[in-house]
């Protein structure tokens, strides 16, 4: 089992950068796949980017190509998400999940939130214009 924490979110102006960061509790972090989810208001959850156990494998919704990306230590048990050339249209919450990845092939978990069993409580992260 493992336990999610975000920190990092806040209020930036357009074109400006933040880090997210996801702090699990737990030795066996390193047993499970992350992703970023973020949900504006009224809208449906939706899939932001992915790592897998070791951080070799990432993986990226097209709205976010280029500009945001996700990292790991597992030193840490941390899984960041920097962002970077935010706009007013990435304003969310923005959640952390994790799901635990059996076998030796070091995958991702998906882009589907119902894939990821543990959640964090989600930051907030608002882009003026």
């Known amino acids: 089992q493992v336990q999610l924490v975000e920190f990092g979110g806040g209020l930036v102006q357009a074109g400006g950068s933040l880090r997210l960061s996801c702090a699990a509790s737990?030795?066996?972090?390193?047993?499970?796949?992350v992703g970023w989810f973020r949900q504006a208001p009224g809208k449906e959850r939706e899939f932001v980017a992915a790592?897998?156990?070791?951080?070799?494998?990432?993986y990226y919704a097209d709205f976010v190509k280029g500009r945001f990306t996700i990292s790991r230590d597992n030193a840490k048990n941390t899984v960041y998400l920097q962002m970077n050339s935010l706009k007013p249209e990435d304003t969310a919450v923005y959640s952390c999940?994790?799901?635990?990845?059996?076998?030796?092939?070091?995958?991702?978990?998906?882009?589907?939130?119902?894939?990821?069993?543990?959640w964090g409580q989600g930051t907030q992260v608002t882009v003026s214009s």
């Open positions: 737990g030795r066996t972090f390193r047993s499970y796949a």
């Open positions: 790592i897998s156990r070791s951080g070799g494998i990432t």
């Open positions: 999940a994790a799901e635990a990845i059996l076998g030796t092939k070091d995958l991702i978990a998906g882009t589907k939130d119902s894939l990821y069993e543990y």
